[in-house]
């Protein structure tokens, strides 16, 4: 199968998400991880896994169900998210509003040496957050997608999830902080004051 | 016993745990559990979520903990392996844990298909960084399930409670 994929993750990511304060997130362990590290640089508002792979999901809904007041976002890649996509049936039963999942999807396991995924042999993975019961969705493959991206990522009214294709490069160089601990403890003392 | 025919631990449990500020349920279905879901789900000031796969359970528990809430996870001793490596999310993140577990291939079990995760569920556990008390009587159970709160949420101590076979009876076929 043929990955046509045009987008640069290292610009439609942040075209996407627009100002990370109005965010907490949740991401995967790989390169989204790096994406979001960079856009915050590394801020308390962000709690990046870095093992435990198939969790974001499951870690965004507990968030967003312990704080309505703020607009959690998980971000992830299309390998983490295959791993768990059982997550997506129950965020759906649950449809927290203040829940957006941001699929950074490039058909590839870019850390382990560039495999294909499922997603880069056929499987679409917004047709099964739909499946699963997600009442909004979209894919973004081009520039011309990305307005209505952010504006569901955005959106107040159910869960939602936006798988954003994109080309198998790198995603930014960002040193982030690798304690699990310091950064839970990071964000739990964030969250006692905003 | 109470008005419906079941133990009332297990009511008991469960106003423990609200008395205790615990706001999120996740759950698998699960005969041992069965008031505590059902009281969840009709307890508009929680959240019962119904996991597809107990893993998840480890996930939703960090980030509510993220949050500033408190959940616990009831889930059965078959389900205790699916956890393993996301327990290391708990170990190393130092995230608060509490896991009720409905015991099958335990004391008195007929089926042979339940003793490969039921006599597993304490060495995984364990391994993984996490406590087990068991439960073997209906009249020391609300106490050892405040004890795991409390080692849970002020000790900083993973822990799992075992409903055995003694406490819940074998199941009959």
Redesign the interface.
Same mark, same amino acid.
């Given at each position: 199968m043929n990955i046509d994929y045009v987008l640069d993750r290292r610009v439609v990511v942040p075209a996407l998400i627009g100002d990370p304060q109005d965010f907490l997130f949740v991401t995967g362990l790989g390169g989204t991880s790096r994406d979001i590290s960079h856009l915050t640089q590394d801020g308390p508002n962000l709690y990046a896994l870095g093992g435990a792979m198939g969790a974001s999901l499951s870690m965004g809904l507990g968030l967003a169900l312990a704080r309505p007041d703020r607009k959690v976002m998980v971000v992830t890649g299309d390998g983490e998210l295959l791993m768990g996509v059982g997550t997506l049936a129950t965020i759906a039963v649950m449809n927290p509003s203040n829940l957006s999942i941001l699929c950074v999807d490039n058909g590839h396991y870019l850390e382990t040496g560039g495999q294909i995924t499922h997603t880069g042999r056929g499987t679409n993975l917004e047709v099964i957050a739909r499946g699963c019961g997600i009442r909004q969705t979209a894919i973004v493959a081009e520039q011309g997608d990305v307005a209505a991206g952010a504006a569901l990522l955005r959106d107040d009214t159910t869960a939602s999830m936006v798988v954003v294709r994109v080309k198998p490069t790198e995603p930014p160089v960002f040193k982030r902080n690798m304690d699990a601990t310091a950064t839970h403890l990071r964000m739990r003392a964030y969250l006692a004051s905003h | 016993m109470n008005s419906t025919g079941q133990p009332a631990w297990q009511d008991e449990v469960y106003d423990l745990l609200r008395a205790n500020g615990f *706001?999120?349920f996740a759950y698998v279905p699960d005969a041992g559990h069965k008031i505590l879901i059902n009281r969840a789900i009709a307890d508009k000031e929680v959240?019962a979520? #119904?996991? *597809? *796969?107990e893993?998840? /359970?480890? /996930?939703?528990? $960090? %980030? $509510?903990?993220? /949050? %500033? $809430?408190r %959940?616990v996870m009831l889930i059965q001793s078959s389900g205790v392996g699916n956890c393993a490596?996301?327990l #290391?999310?708990v170990s190393? /993140?130092?995230?608060p844990l509490l896991v009720l577990v409905s015991m099958r291939g335990d004391f008195g079990e007929g089926n042979p298909w339940q003793y490969p995760a039921g006599q597993s569920v304490e060495p995984i556990l364990n391994i993984m960084g996490v406590t087990t008390i068991r439960a073997d009587r209906s009249d020391e159970v609300v106490d050892i399930v405040s004890a795991a709160i409390t080692q849970a949420y002020k000790g900083n101590c993973p822990t799992a409670v075992l409903l055995t076979q003694r406490l819940l009876g074998a199941k009959s076929f």
């Open positions: - | *706001t999120q959240h979520v #119904s996991l *597809t *796969t893993e998840e /359970g480890i /996930g939703l528990l $960090a %980030g $509510a903990a993220l /949050g %500033g $809430a %959940g490596n996301l #290391s999310l190393l /993140g130092r995230f």
